[in-house]
């Protein structure tokens, strides 16, 4: 069977990834794509957890639907956001919004 | 190694290979579709634990709610329909994003290398009714109703806020000018 | 066990034996009966959808008061075969700009979404491909794969009807996802379970006679999930070519065509499934054979109410098609399924649930007096809209030019400085 690092060592290196994503793009909207594999990441862990450590109870199961709540709150603010910057700034590039910059 | 190591070991390396291709297109409708494949990747893991519920749920959130959102919206904010070149993907950090990001999974790696409960295989068969239970919690006060309410109230403000911010704000900013 | 008994378990010994006679390894052995099952259930939908394009064009014609096709066999019934061939040997056309990978998995897409949804379709009382404890949930997510695939077409084809059709084919269906899904819900509710087979087991009382309203709700948003007349805005000829698929060509057009009218026979096999009790009917328990029988009977006829439906009514206006959705479906659904749910605790509580004449009573009474109401609401509602748009005067097409003409401009022009 699979040990349990392994899950481990994927959701690591899937939330490096994202973590590059997040920090290193341009667009907001990529951006923001980043941040969706950080938090699949965390829920690869959490089951993985729940599936190994305590299977036959479901407080493992309540922190991934919150994660999944916070995921879709995240991305339709987020996009709302973008939209509405775009709208008044024609660009969705997280480096010319800067008005609030010095 | 088993057949579910090789099947397990196909899984990830095709999520990381969409992942790398999400954070590193040029094109961010292409990122936007490699991202469908990672989160489809990431539910034949749920369904690999055997969590079918979180992998079918997986794919009706993430894809068939969150992926075509960014698509619609990436099509949304292109500077011109007929744009065929792309912009310079990262800023002027990319060497120390990719240095934060290594230093991020080497602090993880020996953190999962040190921990002795990471080596343990699974024994136990799954011979619960997790969903059952899950629902049953979801609405009993000894379970999680005060955590569901919650987070049925974040997601409601989140939407209406979302709406505001995309419809009727832009709305009053034209009145104003 | 005999060969009549039950055809598919004596196939699949016969099939076991084969494989272990042969010395495999088990896990081999799992996987190729797995391999040989899903090809079966899946080959299932994509056979019939040749004859249904038939049976649709014939429907079609003899609702319009024409033949439809009668030359190729007996009633035309080579027709589609014709048809598939014209398709193959057509040139492939790639559009240069095209963006070719998207643009060449779109119509496998589109096709594998609809096959997927067949895993899950009970066809008799064992016969399932997979019986999936979330296989509603699971009809429902399949189903986004069908929005994606319209998405990347429109997108790859770099044109702009196509591009036009996917965004409103994406505003049309997210849109009716939202009741669609409130309206499984209730069929969940009252079986107390997500498995298609047993929602199917718990329909001693067919729920369309239980939930009439839900049956009606999940009936016009599957129409629009197919994009079917009234609700084919997404390809409407007359305003955008063809939508999303206008740059397609052979084959890939084939494959989008077959995908659409799967879509709606696997629209129809679900909700024969759901409210019309599936492949129950009289003797299926001694003779498995009849369940797939009864099933695609049940279908066949809400088939023909999607296809009468496609040859009576006109296309509706896209603000109409969005307002239906989100201020008459999605609350309609949303205070059906509290109801719903609210009569079922109450009738647990005062212990009358196994009184199934009060239960259905109960039930029916909820729905009829919800449906009585929205309708009500709903022309309130929309003759208040009505007074409200200001009548104008008829004026003759041809106006005689105004003499006044340049001295108001110059009026103005005083007025403005």
């Known amino acids: 069977m699979i040990p349990l690092s392994w899950y481990l060592i994927f959701s690591a290196l899937l939330f490096s990834i994202g973590l590059f994503g997040v920090l290193a793009r341009k667009n907001a909207i990529a951006i923001l794509m980043g941040v969706e594999l950080m938090l699949n990441a965390v829920n690869i862990n959490l089951v993985a957890f729940w599936r190994y450590i305590v299977p036959a109870t479901t407080e493992g199961w309540m922190f991934v639907a919150s994660v999944f709540v916070v995921a879709a709150a995240e991305v339709a603010v987020g996009l709302a956001l973008v939209y509405s910057i775009y709208r008044g700034r024609r660009t969705s590039s997280a480096d010319e919004i800067d008005l609030l910059k010095w | 190694m088993t057949p579910i190591q090789y099947f397990f070991l196909f899984t990830a390396g095709f999520t990381l290979l969409a992942a790398l291709g999400v954070v590193t297109r040029r094109n961010v409708v292409h990122s936007a579709l490699l991202l469908v494949v990672a989160l489809f990747g990431v539910a034949v893991t749920f369904a690999i634990l055997e969590a079918g519920f979180w992998a079918v749920f997986q794919v009706l959130v993430y894809i068939g709610a969150i992926a075509i959102l960014m698509i619609f919206m990436v099509m949304l904010t292109r500077r011109n329909v007929a744009d065929e070149t792309y912009p310079e993907p990262f800023n002027d950090n990319m060497r120390l994003a990719f240095l934060a990001a290594l230093l991020v999974f080497g602090g993880l790696a020996l953190t999962i290398g040190g921990w002795d409960a990471a080596r343990e295989t699974m024994t136990v068969p799954l011979d619960y009714d997790a969903l059952r239970e899950f629902g049953r919690a979801m609405v009993s006060p000894d379970g999680y109703l005060v955590p569901f309410i919650l987070v049925s109230v974040l997601l409601l403000a989140a939407l209406v806020g979302a709406i505001y911010v995309a419809v009727l704000g832009n709305k009053s900013q034209e009145e104003r000018e | ?417």
């Open chain 3, 1 to 417: 066990m005999s060969f009549f008994e039950d055809p598919i378990k004596f196939l699949a010994g016969l099939l076991q034996d084969l494989l272990v006679s042969l010395n495999l390894h088990p896990i081999a052995i799992t996987v190729i009966n797995n391999i040989v099952g899903a090809l079966i259930v899946s080959s299932v939908g994509l056979v019939i959808v040749i004859f249904l394009i038939w049976l649709e064009r014939k429907l079609a014609a003899r609702f319009q008061d024409r033949f439809g096709p009668n030359r190729a066999g007996p009633f035309g019934i080579l027709q589609s075969f014709g048809d598939l061939s014209k398709l193959v040997l057509k040139e492939d056309v790639v559009p240069d700009a095209a963006d070719k990978i998207p643009y060449n998995i779109a119509p496998i897409l589109s096709i594998a979404a609809v096959v997927l949804v067949w895993a899950v379709v009970p066809f008799s009382v064992e016969w399932i491909g997979t019986d999936l404890n979330v296989g509603v949930l699971y009809i429902a997510a399949v189903g986004s794969f069908g929005i994606l695939s319209v998405l990347m077409a429109g997108w790859a084809s770099n044109n702009k009807y196509a591009l036009l059709g996917a965004f409103r084919a994406v505003a049309q269906l997210i849109s009716y996802e939202v009741p669609l899904i409130f309206a499984l819900l209730i069929p969940v509710l009252l079986a107390r379970s997500m498995g298609v087979n047993q929602i199917v087991g718990a329909q001693d009382i067919w729920y369309i006679f239980v939930v009439p309203v839900a049956f009606g709700i999940f009936f016009i948003a599957s129409l629009a999930e197919i994009g079917r007349t009234p609700f084919d805005l997404l390809e409407a000829e007359s305003e955008i070519v063809a939508g999303y698929h206008t740059e397609y060509s052979g084959m890939k057009f084939g494959m989008f065509m077959a995908g659409e009218f799967l879509h709606s026979l696997t629209l129809a096999v679900v909700t024969a499934a759901l409210f019309l009790g599936g492949w129950r009917g009289p003797y299926v328990e001694q003779l498995p054979l009849l369940g797939p029988l009864y099933l695609f009977l049940k279908a066949g006829f809400v088939y023909f109410l999607i296809v009468w439906i496609r040859s009576s009514l006109p296309r509706i206006r896209i603000d109409h098609m969005l307002d239906i959705t989100w201020k008459f479906l999605t609350p309609l659904s949303v205070v059906l399924l509290m109801a719903i749910a609210l009569t079922d605790a109450l009738l647990k509580e005062f212990g009358q649930i196994n009184n199934t004449a009060l239960y259905v009573g109960a039930m029916i009474a909820v729905n009829v007096v919800i449906a009585l109401l929205a309708l009500f609401a709903a022309s309130r509602l929309n003759s208040r809209q009505r007074r409200q748009i200001k009548t104008f005067e008829p004026r003759p097409l041809a106006v005689p030019p105004k003499p006044a003409a340049p001295a108001a401009a110059s009026t103005s022009e005083e007025a403005s400085a």
